[in-house]
């Protein structure tokens, strides 16, 4: 009995030795060589400060700026409280938030309606995109917040705007934060 001890105790140590630490630090290893933008979150940094991050959503509440999807992950936009809101279809918290930012958009651009992502969160409560109408709807304000011509904003978008990949999987969308720091760039708030 005592030799069966040893012998998974040595087991046990071992194994965590190779895929608790060995395991892991060669994956990161890898990672880092082969795709190190991706292994360290696709951040997208402005004069040497990081700004976002490609693939985690953030807020932009500014009237100069285009609005990314609801946040239901923790106060909004939280990576490390990403989830839904885990409220269903019928809940009255839901509909009221819900009819809230519809009428709020609609304020801003009575005559069009609204698309869907503009109001309701993604799966994660972190999409960094809106579609392609969801963009198309904020031009107006985004114009006349900016004092540019509604073209060259739609241009910028048509610019960012990525199309499904393999022509098949997903749809086409946009990035919100590079889209926004497209816009600062080119057409920079006062």
């Given amino acids: 009995m005592k030799k069966d001890l ?12 190779m895929f608790g630490i060995l395991y892991p630090l060669a994956i990161t290893g890898l990672a880092q060589v082969l795709f190190p933008d991706r292994a360290n979150g696709q951040l997208i940094e402005r004069n040497r400060k990081v700004v976002g991050s490609r ?12 609005h990314s999807r609801p946040s239901s992950a923790g106060t ?12 269903g279809p019928t809940n009255k918290t839901l509909l009221d938030r819900v009819t809230a930012d ?3 958009a609609q304020a801003e651009n009575p005559s069009t309606t609204v698309p869907i992502d ?40 048509a ?9 098949i999987l997903g749809e086409p969308r946009v990035n919100v934060l590079q889209l926004n720091l497209a816009l600062d760039s080119s057409n920079p708030l006062y």
Avoid: C, M
């Fill in 6 to 17: 040893l012998i998974a105790l040595w087991f046990t140590l071992v194994t965590t030795v």
């Fill in 55 to 66: 693939i985690i959503g953030q807020a932009f509440s500014g009237p100069g700026y285009f």
């Fill in 76 to 87: 909004g936009y939280d990576p490390t409280s990403s989830g839904g809101s885990n409220l």
């Fill in 102 to 104: 519809v009428q709020k």
């Fill in 118 to 157: 503009l109001v309701t969160a993604s799966a994660s409560g972190l999409d960094p995109d809106i579609s392609p109408a969801s963009a198309e709807f904020q031009i107006p304000r985004i114009a006349r917040e900016r004092h540019v011509a509604e073209s060259g904003v739609r241009a910028l978008v």
């Fill in 159 to 167: 610019r960012y705007t990525q199309p499904r990949q393999f022509r």
